[in-house]
Every structure is written in structure tokens, then in C-alpha cells.
């Protein structure tokens, strides 16, 4: 069975930075695509970021800039760098992977980021 484990949230001051790691249990070269989404209260999921299996990213408009996506394979790891922190950024961001072959999606269980005015 397949986990997705986020870490890396908390509260910042807006303008901080925080890096959200993803750990899967097993390779993480396994998924077609690995991502980044975020849900602020009373709002719908919404993409951050994905990377592709051979390293292409794509990029919400909101975090361009701000935002990185990368991927550490010997560590099974997806992180989001996120820099110049905002108030809009608060939400609960869930790491998300595409697997290659059965096209299943996994999600892990979110972790908070709180950014502060």
C-alpha cells in the first residue's frame, strides 16, 4: 500500500519561508507525476505544484516565484520550498501522486500552513 507522509508546516510570519517534505514509502519513481495542492477553509483543492518522473514542473500563477517543487529520489522525497510567504497562502497543503501504470492517485494526509499578518 502506498503512503504519502507531509511534514514541514506550521506558522510563519508572512514574508518567511517554510519547506514541506513528502515521503513515500517506497520509490517515488513509481508515479508518472508527484504534486503540491492546497484547500483554505470554505474553498475548493487547489493545484500548487507538480513535478513530472523526468523533472518537468508546472506552477499555480499565485506561487510562480515564489514557490519551488523538487524531488530527491534516493530519499523517496518531494519538497515545496515556499518563499515570500502570504497571508493567501494559509491552507492545508496534501502531497498527491499519479502513479504510472494503474493511474491510481494518492494523497497524503495534508499538513497546515498558517502564515500570519
Known amino acids: 500500500q502506498v503512503q504519502l507522509v507531509e511534514s514541514g508546516g506550521g506558522l ?19 508515479f508518472y507525476r508527484m504534486g503540491w495542492y ?10 500548487v505544484a507538480t513535478i513530472s518522473r ?3 514542473t508546472n ?10 517543487i523538487s524531488r530527491d ?7 515545496l520550498q515556499m518563499n ?5 497562502d ?6 498527491n501522486g499519479l502513479m504510472s501504470l494503474s493511474l491510481t492517485v494518492f494523497w497524503g ?3 497546515q500552513v498558517t502564515v500570519s499578518s
Open 84 to 88: 515570500s510567504l502570504k497571508t493567501e
Open 38 to 47: 492546497r484547500q483554505a477553509p470554505g474553498k475548493q483543492r487547489e493545484l
Open 54 to 56: 523526468c523533472g518537468t
Open 73 to 79: 529520489n534516493p530519499k523517496n522525497t518531494v519538497y
Open 90 to 95: 494559509t491552507a492545508v497543503y496534501y502531497c
Open 12 to 30: 510563519v510570519q508572512a514574508g518567511g519561508s517554510l519547506r514541506l517534505s513528502c515521503a513515500a514509502s517506497g520509490s517515488i519513481t513509481r
Open 109 to 111: 494526509q495534508g499538513t
Open 59 to 68: 506552477y499555480a500563477d499565485s506561487v510562480k516565484g515564489r514557490f519551488t
